[in-house]
């Protein structure tokens, strides 16, 4: 369901009160208008279709090496702040018969992305969307990211990355398997 985007204006024009400011002057008056289109947008995942993004772009292939994306952009909302995180999205998988189409991986990350989240449920929800809609033998993803709500406010730590990662499978069975997806994304176990 679309966001009442009327309403979300009306919420904005009242927080901007509640924080001391002037909803009316000039600077301001058309911003309860562009945070509504931009929370509106940073939360399209809610919205998104898996079947729509998942069905269209998934190639039969016989191989069963190891496939890698590497470096995949990535910009979420923290649940417990609505403040940005952002970094970068790194995927295997070794293919039980299917493999996905090169952008669609990146489209994956973004559905699960642009909602409210935790890092750690965001690499949970990729990597079990990887291994069950193409019923591949395993995956890993690693998230590296680091959040606005650390770097501005709170513990005020301005360089540290946060690092995630889950991997299934036999990625999870199989050390070498493993080791050999951290040593091609660049990062050690
Ligand atoms: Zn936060």
């Known amino acids: 369901m679309e966001p009442d985007v009327r309403k979300i204006e009306s919420l904005v024009r009242q927080l901007l009160i509640e924080l001391g400011e002037d909803p009316n002057r000039e600077g301001l008056v058309k911003t309860p208008q562009r945070v509504a289109q931009a929370l509106s947008f940073l939360t399209h995942g809610y919205r998104t279709d898996p079947d729509e993004v998942i069905n269209q772009a998934l190639f039969t292939q016989t191989a069963s090496s190891m496939v890698i994306v590497k470096d995949i952009e990535l910009y979420s909302l923290c649940e417990h702040h609505m403040l940005p995180f952002f970094g970068r999205c790194h995927i295997g998988y070794i293919p039980g018969g299917t493999v996905f189409g090169v952008s669609k991986l990146a489209r994956l990350v973004d559905m699960y992305a642009r909602r409210l989240q935790l890092q750690e449920r965001l690499t949970?929800?990729?990597?079990?969307?990887?291994?069950?809609?193409?019923?591949?033998?395993g995956a890993g993803v690693m998230i590296e990211v680091r959040h606005l709500c650390m770097m501005m406010r709170g513990v005020e730590k301005q360089n540290s990355t946060m690092?995630?990662?889950?991997?299934?499978?036999?990625?999870?069975?199989?050390?070498?398997?493993?080791?050999?997806?951290?040593?091609?994304?660049?990062?050690?176990?």
């Open 124 to 137: 949970e929800q990729i990597s079990k969307v990887v291994m069950e809609s193409i019923n591949a033998r």
């Open 163 to 189: 690092v995630t990662s889950s991997v299934s499978g036999v990625f999870r069975d199989s050390l070498a398997t493993r080791e050999e997806f951290f040593s091609l994304i660049g990062r050690r176990a």
